[in-house]
């Protein structure tokens, strides 16, 4: 079992920063891909990154790169999403995910974090 706990998300004007903090619990985080999702009112999550076991790969849907950074420390059982130049649009709810299989469908993640609201306003 792993216990995902989301904390950084807050408001912002655009072009701001954030960085979103996920920490977990448990002994075998470092065996997990990491991910990030995000849920806008009346829309469908999301993947918006994933980063590798190792950290030696990540992901990012299209229109966040350049602009967001995901990584992990697994030394404390973390992992992060530095937020940069942010949109309106990409207000939503963030939650965090860990999975064995991960990737950018939800269904490759087996444990999920309760959400941080990240609010951009213009």
């Known amino acids: 079992q792993v216990q995902l706990v989301e904390s950084g998300g807050g408001l912002v004007q655009a072009g701001g920063s954030l960085r979103l903090s996920c920490a977990a619990s448990?002994?075998?985080?470092?065996?997990?891909?990491m991910g990030w999702f995000r849920q806008a009112p009346g829309k469908e999550r999301e993947f918006v990154a994933a980063?590798?076991?190792?950290?030696?790969?990540?992901d990012y849907v299209h229109s966040v790169k350049g602009r967001f950074t995901i990584s992990r420390d697994n030394a404390k059982n973390t992992v992060y999403l530095q937020m940069n130049s942010l949109k309106p649009e990409d207000t939503a709810v963030y939650y965090c995910?860990?999975?064995?299989?991960?990737?950018?469908?939800?269904?490759?993640?087996?444990?999920w974090g309760q959400g941080t609201q990240v609010t951009v306003s213009s």
């Open positions: 995910a860990a999975g064995g299989t991960g990737g950018i469908k939800a269904f490759g993640y087996d444990y």
């Open positions: 448990g002994r075998t985080f470092s065996r997990y891909v």
């Open positions: 980063i590798s076991w190792s950290g030696g790969r990540t």
